[in-house]
């Protein structure tokens, strides 16, 4: 008695490349990424890793950053903490903010690997100097290292 081929041949021949490349994409996927939180102006160990998570007890927000190379560029090219005051540093993170947010909203004009996620940045919400310090520290070194302009004002380090 022979038994039939419950899959035909020809659907096996289909059915093997999409299940490897399935196999290959679930295993190149991270799924944890370790994060270094900083809490007001405590930024020990800050050039650790790639990834910055700022949030507050007292308040409901926490910036995320992840870009290679921005920690080592914060701590030896950036201005340091107190160079600009608050309300400069939300003054220039508001036009950034506005221009980046516009691009994002455009992704036929500008490049949605670098505009990927929209900023929620309310600027009548006191973030606190750290959160606008490092936010406006990631838009230079943004604009520099991807030779992106988002206003007419030149990236100030």
Not at 18 to 27: N, R
Not at 40 to 50: F, I, K, M, R
Not at 104 to 123: A, H, K, T
Request: one cysteine or more; a negative charge; charged letters at 20%.
């Amino acid at each position: 008695m022979a038994m039939k081929n419950l899959i035909p041949l020809k659907s096996m021949k289909k059915i093997i490349p999409v299940v490897l490349t399935l196999g290959l994409i679930i295993a190149s996927c991270k799924s944890y990424i370790p994060e270094q939180t900083i809490n007001h102006g405590n930024d020990s160990g800050l050039v650790e890793n790639d990834t910055i998570s700022i949030s507050s007890d007292e308040t409901d927000y926490e910036v995320i950053i992840i870009e290679p190379g921005f920690n080592a560029w914060l701590g030896s090219t950036a201005r340091p903490r107190g160079y600009y005051t608050q309300a400069w540093l939300e003054e220039r993170n508001r036009l950034y903010v506005q221009a980046w947010n516009q691009r994002n909203l455009q992704p036929g004009l500008f490049d949605q690997n670098l505009y990927m996620l929209r900023i929620d940045y309310d600027v009548r919400t006191d973030y606190g100097y750290e959160v606008n310090y490092l936010l406006y520290n990631y838009f230079v070194f943004f604009q520099l290292k991807y030779n992106q302009q988002l206003t007419t004002l030149i990236p100030r380090i």
